[in-house]
C-alpha cells in the first residue's frame, strides 16, 4: 500500500516556528475559494469561555458543517451541577452572511464579529446565539495575540487541507447567558478558534487530542492529530506555549505518552486515563483525567440501523468512533528564561476517535 504524504507547514527550524507570522484580519473571515474547490469543504468559528460561576459555554457558528456541508450554530452550555443543555440548529445557505475580510459572520439572527475601533493593539470578538430559549451574549477581549502553528496549515497529500488558526488563544469573558429562567451576568476566560477543511478527515483522521490550560502565568494550547495508516500515522503536534502577554513557543517538537486505557460504556470504546506533553527542556504536562463531562458513540448520529446489537457487534469489529470531553487536574512545569514554574489547577481537554 502507497502511503500519501502529509505536510504541516512550520516555518523553522525543524519542526518549529523559529518566529510567528502575525494572524492578519482576513485569515479569520471565510473562506469561499475552499467551498468551490472541494465538496468535503467545512469551516467554523469555535467559541468556548469557562466562567466564574462554574458554567461552561460552548458555541460554534458553521459556515458548513462537516456531516450536512450545510450552515448552523450550536450552544451548549455545562451547568455547575453537572447538567448539559444543548441547541443544535441547520440553517439553508442563503441564511449565512459572511465576511471574507474579517470575522463577521452571520447566521439566522446569530452573529460572531470581531472589532478592532478602539485602537487597542489587541481586539475584542464579540458571539451572539439565542437559539430555542438559550442566549450565549459574550464578549472576548483578547490578552494574548493570535496564534497558529506555521502556516496554520496540514496538506494530505492531494486529497485537501485542515487550517486551524487561534484569533483568540486566551481573553477575558464578559456577557450574559440565558436558559430556563435563568439569565445570569458573567465573566470569565475564553477562548475562539477559526477551523477551515477541504479533506475528507472521515478517511483520513485516525484520532486526535486537543485541549488548553489556563494557569496564572502561562497559556499553553496544543493538539496531537494522528493519520490513518494510509498516511503512515503521521502525527501533526502543534503546541504554543504563551507568558503572561506573549507567545513564546511555537512547536511541532513534542511528545505525548497516553495512561492506562478505560471503557466507557455511553460512548463505546476506551480513553487514557491520563495523558502527558513534554517538550523536551522546555516543558512537561501531565494531566489526570477526573471525570468524563461529557461524551458520545459518534456511530449513533450516522444511521439508526447501527444501534441493532448484531450490526453493531459487527461494525465495532472494525471501528469505534467516539468523543470525549474531559475535566482533568493539570500539573504544568515550564523551564523559561533560566528560571522554573510549576502552575497545578484543573482543565477541560477532548478527544475524538475516528476508528
Known amino acids: 500500500m502507497s502511503v500519501e504524504k502529509v505536510i504541516d507547514h512550520w516555518l523553522g527550524p525543524g519542526e518549529k516556528d523559529g518566529e510567528s ?9 471565510i473562506h469561499p475559494k475552499a467551498r468551490s474547490e472541494s465538496r468535503f469543504y467545512g469551516e467554523w468559528w469555535y467559541f468556548d469561555a469557562r466562567l466564574e460561576d462554574g458554567h461552561v459555554i460552548v458555541g460554534f457558528l458553521q459556515a458548513s458543517e462537516l456531516m450536512s456541508r450545510r450552515p448552523g450554530v450550536e ?18 445557505l442563503s441564511e449565512l452572511k459572511a465576511s471574507e475580510d474579517k470575522c463577521d459572520v452571520r447566521v439566522g439572527d446569530n452573529r460572531c464579529y470581531v472589532d478592532c475601533s478602539d485602537g487597542k493593539s489587541l481586539p475584542r470578538h464579540y458571539l451572539f ?3 430555542e430559549g438559550f442566549l450565549a451574549d459574550l464578549v472576548f477581549e483578547s490578552v494574548l495575540p493570535g496564534w497558529k502553528p506555521g502556516k496554520g496549515l496540514t496538506e494530505y497529500g492531494n486529497r485537501g487541507y485542515f487550517s486551524w488558526i487561534v484569533p483568540v488563544p486566551r481573553a477575558k469573558v464578559t456577557g450574559k447567558i440565558r436558559y430556563g429562567d435563568n439569565e445570569i451576568s458573567t465573566r470569565g476566560i475564553g477562548y475562539h478558534d477559526h477551523n477551515v477543511v477541504t479533506a475528507d478527515m472521515r ?3 485516525s484520532h486526535w487530542y486537543w485541549g488548553r490550560i489556563f494557569a496564572t502565568d502561562f497559556t499553553l494550547l496544543y493538539a496531537y492529530v494522528v493519520t490513518s495508516k494510509k498516511f503512515g500515522c503521521h502525527v501533526s503536534k502543534p503546541l504554543m506555549l504563551a507568558f503572561r502577554d506573549r507567545v513564546v513557543l511555537s512547536t ?8 492506562e486505557l478505560l471503557f466507557d460504556k455511553k460512548a463505546n470504546r476506551t480513553y487514557p486515563s491520563w495523558l502527558e506533553v513534554e517538550v523536551p527542556g522546555r516543558l512537561f504536562l501531565s494531566l489526570k483525567v477526573m471525570r468524563i463531562v461529557d461524551c458520545n458513540d459518534l456511530l449513533s448520529g450516522i444511521n439508526p440501523i447501527i444501534m441493532n446489537p448484531a450490526v453493531r457487534w459487527l461494525v465495532n469489529r472494525f471501528v469505534r468512533p467516539g468523543w470525549f470531553r474531559f475535566e482533568s ?11 522554573n514554574y510549576e502552575e497545578k489547577g484543573t482543565t477541560l481537554h477532548e478527544m475524538v476517535a475516528l476508528k
Open 203 to 205: 478517511r483520513i483522521l
Open 21 to 29: 507570522i502575525p494572524l492578519s484580519l482576513q485569515e479569520n473571515g
Open 252 to 259: 511541532g517538537e513534542m511528545r505525548l505518552k497516553e495512561g
Open 329 to 339: 487536574e493539570y500539573n504544568l512545569r515550564v523551564f523559561h528564561e533560566g528560571r
Open 75 to 92: 450552544l451548549h452550555i455545562y451547568c455547575p451541577d453537572g447538567n448539559k443543555l444543548s441547541v443544535v440548529k441547520k440553517y439553508p
Open 129 to 131: 446565539i439565542e437559539e
